[in-house]
């Protein structure tokens, strides 16, 4: 008896506090009441929103701040020389800034270890050639580079059809004792210079030795997914592929674009720079010269 009354006390007493409590706020203005309405939406709302968006911003500043750089980097790219082919000026950011900012670490870890960049063409298509190729320069020596050679052949104009022979041609010409690094037959972004650039260094170390790795196009479905990319991938991914990520999202990239080609950072390079796969990944593939690979763009 003495715990039903204590429970009907409660009882009461609880039944008293709410009825006063709607007393009070009946007793406000229509604009006070509308306040505290609007309050308790948005106390319910963050209540249910807040936790999700701390977890997603968790798990994309752990993804991109885990994945700086692959274990096999360092072990399967120990060369005392790095040759990195691209097509036009800027590709070494806009495609393969993570391999830029891993051959430079790897090239301060290691003083016999040095990388250089031979770009095909000046990138002259809308007639900005000798700035560009200036830019090229530039941006190299910002990369760590320690020769940055800009081709100027008739035969590689930027937008022109290039032909495999003409570039295994100037490729050989350049290649000294280095492992390569270029693109795939995807080219990346299926531009046909790229493409070309691909087939034509695969003519030029058809019976070299020399270590020759390709970055492997991304897929379409994924490819201006930014880190969400490298995150399937890694789900994934075989020995063969070497995973160079950057733990400092697209900032690095963006700032080496604005400053080293600040002629090509127009709006849609920009956007491209933020959401590309490659901004934050690059998968780069062994050549296996056992197989003959005839994929084209």
């Known amino acids: 008896p003495g715990a039903a009354a204590s429970r009907s006390g409660v009882r009461v007493v609880r039944i008293r506090y709410e009825v006063s409590k709607q007393r009070d706020v009946s007793s406000l203005g229509s604009h006070r009441r509308l306040a505290m309405s609007i309050g308790r939406r948005r106390r319910r709302r963050c ?26 980097f360092p072990a399967r790219m120990l060369h005392r020389k790095t040759l990195l082919v691209i097509a036009h000026p800027d590709d070494e950011v806009m495609f393969f800034y993570p391999t830029v900012r891993a051959l430079r670490e790897l090239q301060s870890e290691r003083s016999n270890a040095t990388f250089s960049i031979l770009c095909l063409s000046d990138g002259g298509f809308d007639g900005l050639g000798a700035v560009r190729a200036a830019e090229m320069r530039t941006a190299g020596a910002a990369h760590g580079a320690v020769r940055v050679t800009v081709v100027d052949d008739a035969r590689l104009r930027d937008g022109a059809a290039w032909t495999d022979d003409a570039v295994a041609d100037v490729v050989s010409r350049h290649l000294d ?32 030795p020399r270590a020759h790795y390709e970055l492997r196009t991304a897929p379409l ?11 399937v991938y890694r789900r994934r991914r075989r020995r063969r592929h070497v995973l160079t990520t950057t733990n400092l999202g697209p900032w690095a990239a963006w700032r080496a674009m604005a400053t080293g080609h600040p002629s090509q950072f127009v709006w849609y390079r920009r956007i491209f720079l933020l959401l590309s796969a490659y901004t934050y990944a690059n998968r780069l593939v ?12």
């Open 47 to 72: 209540g249910t929103t807040a936790p999700a968006a701390v977890a997603l911003g968790g798990a994309v500043t752990a993804l991109l701040s885990s994945s700086r750089r692959d274990d096999d």
């Open 177 to 208: 004792d280095a492992a390569v690094i270029t693109f795939d037959a995807g080219g990346a972004s299926g531009h046909p210079n790229h493409c070309a650039t691909s087939t034509g260094v695969r003519r030029a170390l058809a019976s070299s």
């Open 221 to 231: 479905a994924t490819r201006l997914l930014g880190p969400l990319d490298a995150a």
């Open 286 to 297: 062994e050549v296996d010269r056992t197989k003959n690979s005839t994929t084209t763009c």
